[in-house]
């Protein structure tokens, strides 16, 4: 498979759900987006959140993919229970992995990403991205009503937005309405 191919079921989520939306059920049954060190590197190139990083390769070796996968894992159990003590606790060492340096520039304020291992820079990416999402409306961050596991941000006007996509799971709820209504009719 290419390199470039973008596999992702929902390109444009923020990074905390890109990651945990490389995991997710679709008609054939599960799907792991990144579940070999090549399909890491396919996500990592396709994704684009390490554009602008020196060796987005370094990411290949096998700690990062551990670490990577380990990091979804955790976004997946507190996006499923936030108010979980122990997920929390687990949330919060994806954080601890990094900090934000500000520093005054002859041009102006700077501020410099500072991470104790570069493998933990997705992890900690998504962490961050997560709560940037707090910030903008808690409730409009939901998993998919068809059950494709999936999470999204709801960017719709109202506010209504009810799957993954219309095209995907929104098109098969309303084919399998249409033929329970034919059906019942009949």
């Known amino acids: 498979m290419p390199l470039h191919e973008d596999l992702r079921p929902l390109p444009g989520e923020p990074v905390a759900l890109d990651l945990v939306n490389t995991r997710y059920r679709d008609r ?5 987006l990144i579940n070999t060190r090549a399909a890491l ?5 396709t994704s684009g ?6 060796d987005p390769y370094q990411f290949a070796d096998d700690y990062a993919f551990t670490v990577i996968r380990r990091a979804r894992d955790i976004l997946t159990q507190f996006l499923a229970d936030p108010a979980d003590p122990n997920a929390l606790a ?3 060492t994806l954080l601890s992995h990094g900090r934000m340096r500000h520093e005054l520039t002859p041009t102006g304020p700077v501020q410099h990403l500072d991470i104790d ?5 997705i992890g900690h990416l998504a962490a961050v991205s997560y709560l940037t999402l707090l910030t903008r409306d808690v409730d ?3 998993t998919c009503a068809n059950d494709c596991g999936l999470y999204f941000f709801d960017t719709s006007r109202n506010g209504s937005r009810r799957w993954c996509s219309r095209e995907g799971c929104g098109n098969r709820v309303r084919v399998a309405r249409h033929y329970a209504r034919r059906r019942n009719s009949a």
């Not at 590197?41 to 190139?45: I, V």
């Not at 959140?49 to 020196?54: A, D, E, Y």
């Not at 291992?117 to 820079?121: G, I, T, V, W």
């Open 41 to 45: 590197n396919r996500w990592l190139h």
């Open 49 to 54: 959140h390490l554009k602008g990083h020196p």
């Open 117 to 121: 291992d570069p493998a933990h820079l």
């Open 140 to 142: 409009r961050l939901r």
């Open 28 to 32: 054939t049954g599960h799907i792991d």
């Open 90 to 92: 687990r949330f919060n």
